[in-house]
């Protein structure tokens, strides 16, 4: 099994930054993709940035040129860079990974926990 410990929500000012982690630990052959999902209160989860393989990453059009994926792949940790922060980006942000945990045969989807992030105005 694959456990994501997440981390760096918080409260900030419009115009602020924050910077959310993503930790995979246990039984992992390789974590292909990493990313984080949004969801405010009565809207749907939706995509915020992912980083996939070695070196692609897609991001949601509304975060685009303010938030930056990272990813150090030998801890297994991602990181997302939130800059210029607005109130439309408060949400829970729930990291998740897909990874070969025992078998090479198939992939399996992993949860964090979520953080929430509220940006004030």
Do not use: H
């Not at 930054?17 to 630990?25: E, N, W």
């Not at 009565?42 to 995509?47: P, V």
């Not at 994926?69 to 922060?85: E, H, V």
Request: glycine share 12%.
């Amino acid at each position: 099994q694959v456990q994501l410990v997440e981390s760096g929500g918080g409260l900030v000012q419009a115009g602020g930054s924050l910077r959310l982690s993503c930790a995979a630990s246990g039984s992992i052959l390789w974590v292909n993709t990493l990313g984080w999902y949004r969801q405010a209160p009565g809207n749907e989860r939706e995509l915020v940035a992912v980083a996939i393989g070695r070196g692609t990453t897609n991001y949601a059009d509304s975060v685009k040129g303010r938030f930056t994926i990272s990813r150090d792949n030998g801890r297994n940790t991602a990181f997302l860079q939130m800059d210029r922060l607005t109130p439309e980006d408060t949400a829970v942000y729930y990291c998740y990974a897909v990874a070969y945990s025992t078998s090479w045969d198939r992939s399996e989807t992993y949860w964090g926990q979520g953080t929430q992030v509220t940006v004030s105005s």
